[in-house]
């Protein structure tokens, strides 16, 4: 058996590129931002305060109702974040969702 067919971690043999307990993939963690980023970022932050006008001009007399909707919707959104949307799932006729899997060779 080649070495790269081997399986690794928990269900066979073992990689030496295999992680040890407590470690983590990404050990040197996101990387820093350059100035650039940085300064971009800062150049935006002090861009809201006219986009915000732009969007609450727009809320409070845009041209229909959807545009209007549109701008509500997003300083409502950036304030308090969206709504949660629950879902539920199930299967056929309100039952379990069936799991399997089926294989056929011709």
Same mark, same amino acid.
């Given at each position: ?38 300064? *971009?970022?800062? !150049? ?5 305060? +006219?986009?915000?006008?732009? $969007?609450?001009?727009?809320?409070? &007399? =845009? ?5 209007? *909707?549109?701008? !509500? ?5 950036? +304030?308090?974040?969206?709504? $949660?949307?629950?879902?539920?799932? &199930? =299967? ?15």
């Amino acid at each position: 058996m080649s070495e790269n067919s081997q399986i690794s971690g928990k269900r066979g043999g073992k990689r030496s590129s295999s992680f040890k307990p407590g470690q983590t993939g990404n050990p040197g963690g996101r990387p820093k931002k350059t100035q650039e980023e940085l300064d *971009l970022v800062e !150049a935006c932050k002090g861009k809201t305060p +006219a986009a915000l006008a732009v $969007i609450e001009k727009i809320m409070t &007399s =845009g041209s229909n109702e959807r545009n209007q *909707l549109s701008a !509500a919707l997003a300083i409502i959104e950036r +304030a308090w974040g969206k709504a $949660i949307q629950p879902q539920t799932l &199930s =299967g056929p006729n309100g039952g379990e969702i069936p799991v399997g899997i089926r294989v056929s060779f011709k």
